[in-house]
């Protein structure tokens, strides 16, 4: 699976440092962030250790695009993914609450995924992250998405 985590803050680092083994996986982060994430990777302490490499200049287009920003910035992150978003890609939401996911439905309708998450995460630097707990994130379709059959997948 190829994809983009759109927003490497606590959550999106966690997201893409957790994806990266099994997938290709680019980030797409701002600033000293992006430069400290391209040379030194993602590291991730506490309820996991582990040390990620990801790709730090997406291209093309994804399998599965994380709006991982906070809900404020969604409709900005949203206008910003859209190239990279194809006729078959998922849009993951891993945002908490349910105002953010009209602004995606509007944008890309059915391929938008709920993805709420009950993980406990804060930077610890521009490429570290301390992750307190991992607890769980679910991936999921709303009741009646895609072609009228939820997708849930624990993690």
Do not use: C
Not at 56 to 70: C, E
Not at 86 to 97: E, M, R, Y
Request: charged share 20%.
């Amino acid at each position: 699976m190829k994809a983009l985590v759109f927003g490497a803050g606590a959550v999106g680092s966690v997201l893409a440092a957790m994806l990266s083994p099994g997938h290709e996986v680019d980030v797409a982060a701002r600033g000293e962030r992006l430069f400290r994430i391209a040379d030194e990777g993602i590291t991730v302490h506490g309820a996991v250790e582990m040390k990620a490499r990801v790709g730090t200049r997406p291209r093309g287009r994804y399998d599965m695009v994380f709006i991982a920003t906070k809900a404020y910035d969604v409709a900005t992150a949203a206008e910003e993914v859209e190239g990279f978003v194809g006729a078959d890609t998922l849009v993951v939401s891993p945002q908490n609450g349910l105002r953010h996911m009209d602004i995606l439905v509007e944008r890309f309708g059915d391929r938008v995924v709920l993805a709420p998450t009950t993980m406990g995460a804060t930077m610890a630097g521009p490429s570290t992250v301390r992750l307190a707990s991992a607890g769980t994130t679910v991936v999921g379709s709303p009741p009646g998405g895609r072609n009228g059959r939820p997708r849930w997948r624990r993690h």
